[in-house]
Protein backbone atom coordinates (compact mmCIF):
# COMPACT_ATOMS: atom_id res chain seq x y z
CA UNK A 1 0.00 0.00 0.00
CA UNK A 2 1.19 3.49 -0.86
CA UNK A 3 -0.09 6.95 -0.31
CA UNK A 4 0.57 9.97 -2.14
CA UNK A 5 1.17 13.36 -0.50
CA UNK A 6 4.47 12.29 0.60
CA UNK A 7 7.91 13.75 0.37
CA UNK A 8 11.35 11.96 -0.36
CA UNK A 9 14.82 12.74 0.19
CA UNK A 10 18.12 11.07 0.85
CA UNK A 11 17.27 9.54 3.94
CA UNK A 12 15.34 6.18 6.03
CA UNK A 13 13.28 5.74 8.53
CA UNK A 14 10.60 2.58 9.14
CA UNK A 15 8.18 2.14 11.87
CA UNK A 16 7.58 -1.11 13.02
CA UNK A 17 4.85 -2.59 14.69
CA UNK A 18 4.88 -6.83 15.78
CA UNK A 19 2.46 -8.31 17.25
CA UNK A 20 3.58 -10.84 19.69
CA UNK A 21 1.93 -12.92 22.53
CA UNK A 22 1.87 -9.76 25.23
CA UNK A 23 0.83 -7.56 22.50
CA UNK A 24 1.95 -5.05 20.09
CA UNK A 25 5.35 -3.90 20.32
CA UNK A 26 5.89 -0.35 18.58
CA UNK A 27 9.49 0.22 17.26
CA UNK A 28 10.82 3.43 15.43
CA UNK A 29 14.13 2.27 12.85
CA UNK A 30 15.68 5.75 12.40
CA UNK A 31 14.50 9.32 11.85
CA UNK A 32 15.19 10.49 8.28
CA UNK A 33 17.47 13.17 7.32
CA UNK A 34 15.45 16.25 8.70
CA UNK A 35 12.76 17.07 11.01
CA UNK A 36 11.15 19.31 8.46
CA UNK A 37 10.32 16.14 6.23
CA UNK A 38 9.67 13.82 8.99
CA UNK A 39 7.00 15.77 10.33
CA UNK A 40 5.53 16.42 6.90
CA UNK A 41 5.43 12.62 6.34
CA UNK A 42 3.71 11.50 9.65
CA UNK A 43 1.00 13.97 9.36
CA UNK A 44 0.09 12.51 5.88
CA UNK A 45 0.24 9.18 6.94
CA UNK A 46 -1.83 9.93 9.67
CA UNK A 47 0.78 8.05 11.85
CA UNK A 48 1.12 9.01 15.74
CA UNK A 49 4.39 8.26 17.28
CA UNK A 50 3.03 8.41 20.51
CA UNK A 51 2.98 4.32 21.18
CA UNK A 52 6.17 4.26 20.18
CA UNK A 53 8.26 1.96 22.57
CA UNK A 54 11.86 2.14 21.25
CA UNK A 55 13.97 4.31 18.86
CA UNK A 56 16.45 2.08 17.00
CA UNK A 57 19.75 3.77 15.43
CA UNK A 58 21.19 1.51 12.57
CA UNK A 59 24.10 4.17 13.00
CA UNK A 60 25.32 7.60 13.18
CA UNK A 61 25.07 9.21 9.79
CA UNK A 62 22.81 12.13 9.64
CA UNK A 63 20.53 10.36 7.02
CA UNK A 64 19.20 8.08 9.19
CA UNK A 65 19.26 10.29 12.78
CA UNK A 66 18.42 14.15 11.27
CA UNK A 67 15.05 13.90 12.47
CA UNK A 68 15.92 12.30 16.20
CA UNK A 69 15.30 15.56 18.12
CA UNK A 70 11.62 16.15 16.03
CA UNK A 71 10.50 12.23 16.49
CA UNK A 72 11.32 12.92 20.05
CA UNK A 73 8.72 15.79 20.46
CA UNK A 74 6.31 13.60 18.66
CA UNK A 75 6.20 10.99 21.01
CA UNK A 76 5.96 13.52 24.06
CA UNK A 77 7.37 11.49 26.70
CA UNK A 78 10.89 9.54 27.94
CA UNK A 79 11.66 7.05 25.13
CA UNK A 80 14.79 4.40 25.01
CA UNK A 81 16.95 4.97 22.17
CA UNK A 82 19.14 1.96 21.34
CA UNK A 83 22.57 2.42 19.59
CA UNK A 84 25.93 1.40 18.94
CA UNK A 85 28.42 3.45 21.65
CA UNK A 86 29.82 4.39 19.04
CA UNK A 87 26.91 6.01 16.88
CA UNK A 88 28.29 9.57 18.14
CA UNK A 89 31.37 9.70 16.73
CA UNK A 90 32.55 12.39 14.58
CA UNK A 91 32.09 11.14 11.11
CA UNK A 92 33.06 12.48 7.45
CA UNK A 93 33.52 11.84 4.38
CA UNK A 94 35.43 13.64 1.59
CA UNK A 95 33.41 14.01 -1.61
CA UNK A 96 35.19 16.35 -2.65
CA UNK A 97 36.21 17.49 0.48
CA UNK A 98 36.10 17.33 4.01
CA UNK A 99 32.00 17.34 4.94
CA UNK A 100 30.72 16.33 7.99
CA UNK A 101 28.03 13.23 8.09
CA UNK A 102 27.85 12.37 11.75
CA UNK A 103 24.72 13.20 13.62
CA UNK A 104 23.71 16.93 14.23
CA UNK A 105 22.86 16.24 17.82
CA UNK A 106 24.72 15.14 20.91
CA UNK A 107 23.71 13.02 23.23
CA UNK A 108 23.13 15.64 26.05
CA UNK A 109 20.53 17.62 23.43
CA UNK A 110 18.96 13.95 22.66
CA UNK A 111 18.71 13.40 26.51
CA UNK A 112 17.04 16.71 26.79
CA UNK A 113 14.64 16.30 24.29
CA UNK A 114 13.46 12.54 26.10
CA UNK A 115 15.49 10.52 24.67
CA UNK A 116 17.08 7.94 27.00
CA UNK A 117 20.17 6.03 25.29
CA UNK A 118 21.00 2.36 25.62
CA UNK A 119 24.75 2.24 24.04
CA UNK A 120 25.55 -1.37 24.19
CA UNK A 121 28.04 -3.57 21.83
CA UNK A 122 26.39 -6.60 23.10
CA UNK A 123 23.30 -7.84 21.57
CA UNK A 124 20.03 -8.58 23.37
CA UNK A 125 16.24 -9.06 23.82
CA UNK A 126 14.87 -5.95 23.55
CA UNK A 127 11.47 -6.99 22.89
CA UNK A 128 9.60 -10.05 22.24
CA UNK A 129 11.22 -11.37 18.91
CA UNK A 130 13.40 -8.23 18.34
CA UNK A 131 17.22 -8.23 18.82
CA UNK A 132 19.69 -5.47 17.25
CA UNK A 133 22.85 -7.02 15.85
CA UNK A 134 25.03 -5.04 17.92
CA UNK A 135 28.47 -5.10 16.08
CA UNK A 136 28.93 -7.23 13.00
CA UNK A 137 31.54 -9.62 12.10
CA UNK A 138 33.57 -8.65 8.96
CA UNK A 139 33.70 -12.27 6.90
CA UNK A 140 32.67 -11.80 3.38
CA UNK A 141 36.09 -10.45 1.77
CA UNK A 142 34.07 -8.52 -0.86
CA UNK A 143 32.17 -5.86 1.25
CA UNK A 144 34.53 -3.29 1.96
CA UNK A 145 33.95 0.14 3.96
CA UNK A 146 35.88 2.96 2.02
CA UNK A 147 35.51 6.25 2.07
CA UNK A 148 34.32 7.10 5.24
CA UNK A 149 36.58 8.79 8.37
CA UNK A 150 36.50 9.69 11.96
CA UNK A 151 38.47 11.29 14.67
CA UNK A 152 40.29 8.73 17.60
CA UNK A 153 43.01 9.55 19.90
CA UNK A 154 43.54 13.29 18.49
CA UNK A 155 43.87 11.58 14.87
CA UNK A 156 42.21 11.95 11.42
CA UNK A 157 41.43 8.08 10.23
CA UNK A 158 39.19 5.83 8.11
CA UNK A 159 36.29 5.35 9.57
CA UNK A 160 35.35 1.21 9.32
CA UNK A 161 31.93 1.74 10.96
CA UNK A 162 31.65 -0.44 13.78
CA UNK A 163 28.29 1.04 14.74
CA UNK A 164 26.64 -0.15 11.98
CA UNK A 165 24.25 -2.75 13.32
CA UNK A 166 20.83 -4.21 11.53
CA UNK A 167 17.28 -5.03 13.74
CA UNK A 168 16.88 -9.10 13.84
CA UNK A 169 12.79 -9.78 13.54
CA UNK A 170 11.82 -13.57 14.58
CA UNK A 171 8.45 -13.92 12.52
CA UNK A 172 6.78 -17.36 13.61
CA UNK A 173 6.59 -20.25 11.02
CA UNK A 174 8.49 -18.34 8.86
CA UNK A 175 12.05 -17.31 10.09
CA UNK A 176 14.40 -14.13 10.69
CA UNK A 177 13.28 -10.78 9.03
CA UNK A 178 16.75 -8.43 8.79
CA UNK A 179 15.98 -4.62 8.95
CA UNK A 180 18.87 -3.11 8.03
CA UNK A 181 19.22 1.08 7.61
CA UNK A 182 22.62 1.29 5.13
CA UNK A 183 24.55 -2.05 5.74
CA UNK A 184 27.74 -0.26 5.95
CA UNK A 185 29.17 -3.71 7.00
CA UNK A 186 27.56 -5.48 4.39
CA UNK A 187 24.53 -7.13 3.69
CA UNK A 188 26.36 -11.59 3.21
CA UNK A 189 28.41 -10.64 6.55
CA UNK A 190 24.56 -9.34 8.33
CA UNK A 191 23.28 -12.35 7.01
CA UNK A 192 25.63 -14.51 8.42
CA UNK A 193 25.80 -12.58 11.47
CA UNK A 194 22.08 -13.41 11.97
CA UNK A 195 22.64 -17.02 11.29
CA UNK A 196 25.27 -16.95 14.49
CA UNK A 197 23.07 -15.36 16.75
CA UNK A 198 19.70 -17.48 15.78
CA UNK A 199 21.35 -20.80 14.23
CA UNK A 200 18.01 -22.56 13.85
CA UNK A 201 16.08 -20.22 12.43
CA UNK A 202 16.42 -19.87 8.79
CA UNK A 203 16.52 -15.91 6.71
CA UNK A 204 13.46 -15.19 5.21
CA UNK A 205 13.65 -11.42 4.53
CA UNK A 206 16.12 -8.53 4.14
CA UNK A 207 14.69 -5.06 4.07
CA UNK A 208 16.45 -2.11 3.60
CA UNK A 209 19.28 -0.20 2.54
CA UNK A 210 22.35 -2.59 0.79
CA UNK A 211 24.48 0.20 0.21
CA UNK A 212 25.49 -0.76 -3.40
CA UNK A 213 24.94 2.10 -4.90
CA UNK A 214 28.70 2.70 -5.56
CA UNK A 215 29.70 -1.08 -5.61
CA UNK A 216 31.21 -2.16 -8.76
CA UNK A 217 29.62 -5.19 -11.08
CA UNK A 218 31.62 -7.74 -9.04
CA UNK A 219 30.52 -6.75 -5.61
CA UNK A 220 26.95 -6.53 -6.56
CA UNK A 221 27.09 -9.82 -8.72
CA UNK A 222 28.93 -11.82 -5.73
CA UNK A 223 26.15 -9.78 -2.98
CA UNK A 224 23.16 -11.08 -5.03
CA UNK A 225 24.27 -14.75 -5.52
CA UNK A 226 25.16 -15.34 -1.98
CA UNK A 227 22.23 -13.49 -1.08
CA UNK A 228 20.17 -16.44 -3.06
CA UNK A 229 23.00 -19.30 -1.64
CA UNK A 230 21.41 -18.18 1.85
CA UNK A 231 18.34 -19.12 0.57
CA UNK A 232 16.27 -15.88 1.38
CA UNK A 233 12.91 -15.77 0.28
CA UNK A 234 12.04 -12.49 0.17
CA UNK A 235 14.28 -8.96 -0.51
CA UNK A 236 12.87 -5.27 -0.03
CA UNK A 237 15.22 -2.91 -0.99
CA UNK A 238 15.71 0.94 -0.84
CA UNK A 239 17.52 3.63 0.30
CA UNK A 240 21.75 3.57 -0.73
CA UNK A 241 21.15 0.14 -2.60
CA UNK A 242 21.13 1.77 -6.17
CA UNK A 243 19.48 1.00 -9.37
CA UNK A 244 22.08 -1.65 -10.76
CA UNK A 245 21.66 -3.39 -7.84
CA UNK A 246 18.13 -3.45 -7.79
CA UNK A 247 18.21 -4.12 -11.32
CA UNK A 248 19.46 -7.32 -10.64
CA UNK A 249 17.95 -8.48 -7.37
CA UNK A 250 14.70 -8.03 -9.44
CA UNK A 251 16.26 -10.32 -12.14
CA UNK A 252 17.50 -13.01 -9.62
CA UNK A 253 14.53 -12.95 -7.19
CA UNK A 254 10.94 -11.62 -9.63
CA UNK A 255 8.06 -11.22 -7.39
CA UNK A 256 9.92 -12.15 -4.51
CA UNK A 257 12.21 -8.62 -4.80
CA UNK A 258 9.96 -5.61 -3.83
CA UNK A 259 11.65 -2.16 -4.42
CA UNK A 260 10.51 -0.05 -1.69
CA UNK A 261 9.35 3.44 -1.84
CA UNK A 262 8.68 6.60 0.79
CA UNK A 263 5.64 5.78 2.27
CA UNK A 264 5.28 1.79 1.67
CA UNK A 265 3.24 -0.56 4.07
CA UNK A 266 4.13 -3.78 4.38
CA UNK A 267 2.71 -7.08 6.20
CA UNK A 268 4.86 -9.82 6.86
Known amino acids: MHKRGLLAQHGLSIFIEAMGEKGITSVLMDTGSSPEVIAHNLEVMGLDLRRTDAIFLSHGHYDHCGGLLQVLKAIGRPVPIIAHPRAFDPKFVIKPSIRFVGSPFKISEIEAAGGIPILVYNPFQMAEGIIPSVEVKREAEFERIDGFWTIE ?55 GGFHLSEANDDRIAKTVEEIRRLNIQFVAPCHCTGIRALSQLMEAFGNRCMALRTGDVMSL
Open 153 to 207: DGRFMEDHMPDDQALFLELENKGLVILTGCAHSGIVNLAMHAKRLQTSKPIYAII
